[in-house]
């Protein structure tokens, strides 16, 4: 039972490089998340989605963009990369929304760096 | 004043010590209350819900005082393995649209031998 996956797991990118990190889940959930977790900052949430097609804006979507063609993937893109998008990444998914009693699940995390 | 608060810590404590930590959340309109575990380095966790009546699961007591606006983690007897940052994490519903959750920024936990 593989949960949450996400790759890559550590990237290395030059400014203005492009890149997607892949989030994948097998537990057949409607919701999909992706944070970004820097050093005394906490998680924040970039994109999310509610459904297969469906995708909308979290606390810092600027420099990123997202897509849910399949309901099982959720992929994260940025398309010219930039020093302060150095972060730890954390994709999740949840069967329904926010809700107590609702477990969400995270993937282990990818560690990028922008040189 | 930020959504959710958390002491960073470190919070440095002996084996068999209890600890307990707080969070505030500025939002009234909150409606979800979990804890969050998340060892260095790795994905945050569920460690449990937390209800208005409060729970406990084992050595963990969570409690929420609505009134004050504040959650709180309780930990008897630790253990060495429950070294890790302990998030707090609200949910926020706004007029019926998908609920947020917001994530405080951590507290680290260390016990020592």
């Known amino acids: 039972n593989a949960g949450v996956t996400q790759t890559p797991k550590f990237r290395v990118l030059k400014t203005g490089q492009s890149m997607t990190l892949l989030c994948a889940q097998d537990?057949?959930?409607?919701?999909m998340y992706w944070y970004r977790q820097d050093p005394g900052m906490g998680l924040r949430l970039i994109h999310y989605s509610v459904g297969e097609g469906t995708t909308a804006k979290g606390e810092v979507p600027d420099g990123y963009n997202v897509s849910r063609l399949k309901k099982q993937n959720f992929l994260l893109g940025l398309e010219s990369a930039a020093p302060s998008q150095t972060s730890v990444y954390f994709c999740?998914?949840?069967?329904?929304?926010?809700?107590?009693?609702?477990?969400?699940?995270f993937g282990e995390g990818s560690w990028l760096t922008v040189v | 004043r930020k959504e959710v608060e958390q002491d960073p810590g470190p919070f440095n404590v002996p084996e068999g010590a209890t600890v307990a930590f707080n969070c505030t959340y500025s939002?009234?309109?909150?409606?979800?209350f979990f804890w969050y575990r998340q060892d260095c380095r790795k994905e945050p966790k569920l460690l449990m819900s937390?209800?208005?009546s409060g729970n406990e699961d084992g050595r963990f007591t969570a409690q929420l005082n609505r009134a004050s606006q504040y959650i709180s983690l309780l930990i008897r007897d630790s253990k060495l393995s429950d070294s890790a940052t302990y998030l707090c994490v609200v949910i926020m519903n706004y007029g019926g649209s998908q609920g947020n959750l917001i994530f405080g920024k951590g507290t680290k936990l260390s016990v020592k031998p």
């Open positions: 939002n009234s309109a909150s409606q979800s």
């Open positions: 537990m057949n959930h409607e919701y």
């Open positions: 937390v209800y208005s």
């Open positions: 999740a998914s949840s069967y329904l929304g926010a809700t107590t009693g609702n477990t969400i699940y």
